[in-house]
């Protein structure tokens, strides 16, 4: 066993180099050096966010419009289908065909515009009578099954049902009861007719071939871009599918 003396002698000398051994003195950090040991030194987890940097001025202009755009911003968004990007381009295309100004070019421009709507009235029919009929049927629904004299008129026209009794007849929703024995048939195989014809579209689209509205906008934009073969025909026939719709402003 080690005695305490033999402790101390093997420990004496390691205590007089410390003791004899000049001190150091401990120099505060300048806050230069402070900054960049934290910005290397960093608690895990923790996250740091730059500053946004804001401009030192407010720029001179801004593209507020098409007009206003580059040609390659204006390609860009010609790319994505943007409506005003496409007459732009057709603008500043028609400009460097013909060697006209902008002035000049929009109003031959106007002209390619109102042969784009030539029998846009006459094309659209089916559309309006879907929309009209729609509209229709969904507003006669309500008096057709809850108001009890249209109910009345319409089982003594056209369906010649039992008249339930009056105690049977009081509120509105006794009246649905009665009206939908017969309206539920008609609702649910129109509902179910609908609900066919949008799945019969979508296959008809997954296999490439066109709807009627497809087939409409591309007919009319090969017609645009043969009556003005002058220009490129690609971009007249992209500005009028785009702008295939009823009101064209």
């Not at 005695?3 to 410390?18: A, C, D, E, F, G």
């Not at 028609?94 to 031959?108: H, L, N, R």
């Not at 087939?215 to 009556?227: G, M």
């Amino acid at each position: 066993m080690m005695t305490l003396h033999s402790t101390l002698r093997l420990t004496s000398p390691l205590l007089s180099k410390v003791m004899t051994s000049p001190a150091r003195v401990i120099r505060p950090v300048s806050s230069q050096a402070s900054n960049s040991i934290s910005n290397v030194v960093k608690p895990r987890g923790v996250r740091t966010y730059a500053k946004e940097s804001t401009p030192s001025k407010v720029p001179e202009s801004l593209p507020l419009s098409a007009k206003d755009m580059s040609a390659d911003n204006l390609a860009l968004l010609s790319a994505l289908d943007q409506a005003d990007a496409i007459e732009e381009m057709l603008k500043r295309h028609i400009m460097s065909v013909d060697s006209v100004d902008y002035e000049k070019a929009t109003k031959i421009f106007g002209e390619i515009r109102a042969a784009n709507r030539e029998g846009m009235y006459i094309t659209t029919i089916p559309y309006k009578a879907g929309i009209y009929t729609a509209l229709g049927a969904s507003a006669l629904s309500f008096p057709l099954c809850f108001h009890y004299p249209t109910v009345h008129w319409f089982n003594d026209k056209f369906v010649t049902s039992d008249i339930p009794e009056p105690k049977d007849l009081e509120t509105w929703l006794e009246v649905g009861s009665w009206a939908w024995c017969w309206m539920e048939p008609v609702m649910g195989q129109v509902s179910f007719v609908l609900l066919c014809l949008q799945f019969a579209r979508a296959q008809i689209q997954n296999i490439g071939i066109r709807p009627f509205t497809d087939a409409l906008a591309t007919k009319r934009a090969s017609s645009l871009a043969t009556k003005f073969s002058k220009y490129d025909s690609g971009l007249i026939q992209k500005y009028s599918k785009v702008n295939s719709r009823y009101y064209d402003e």
